[in-house]
């Protein structure tokens, strides 16, 4: 081979090897981390470039992601709870005043058992079962018409000899109201009398007074 031709040859294998260099280069350098040879910072290259964390990264679960049904909902014994702490903060209403009992005394002022005896001894288990309903005869006084004028009131009362409540009937007064005999009849008919002395039926005259 001529000289010439060696030379051309040996510059055109430098050139060569010097163009391969220059393409691997790179390569080795991302590869090392080393510095080019001409001493910048290596070039960044696609075909090297780590994948993007969100590729290589698994998905998060559906569990890590959605919240749990039991911390959106709220328990049923948490709202339970603050509704009994609402109630029991709520401050009760007053219960309604009973109306006042009219400025009016009642007592018994007759009494007649029909075929005797009249004794106090035969008389007193009707007495003792009218008397503790005084006060229910009192309220009864509020619907008479003239609350300042006084009067008596009688009736029948037909009692099982074994006790109990007592056919009312023949109910008789001068005093004048709208409800007033009814309501007085009522309480009447309410009472569970006691069983008469003789064991039997009776027929019981009774009579009490209104007076202001």
Known sequence: MNPPDRKRQTFVSKNTLRLACLVAAP??????????????????????????ASAAAPPPSASAVAPSA??????????????ASASAAAPEAPPPEATPLP???????????????????NKA?????????????????AKVDDLKKGGDFGVDLLVDG?????????P????????FVPCVVGV?????????KGGKKTMVSYSIRFTP
């Open 70 to 83: 039991s911390a959106v909902a709220p328990e049923p014994a948490a709202s339970a709870s603050a509704a």
């Open 103 to 121: 400025a009016v005394k009642v007592k018994n002022i007759g009494m007649h058992i029909g075929g005797g005896p009249n004794d106090d001894a």
């Open 188 to 196: 009447f008919e309410a009472i569970e009398f006691l069983k008469p």
């Open 27 to 52: 390569i080795l350098v991302a590869c090392s981390g080393a510095t080019a040879p001409d001493g910048s910072a290596p070039a960044p290259t696609t075909t090297t470039a780590a994948a993007p």
């Open 125 to 141: 288990p009707f007495n003792r079962s009218v008397e503790p309903h005084f006060d229910e005869l009192r309220r009864c006084f």
């Open 172 to 179: 008789r007064t001068a005093l004048k109201g709208e409800g």
């Open 162 to 170: 074994k006790g109990g409540k007592a056919q009312v009937s023949h």
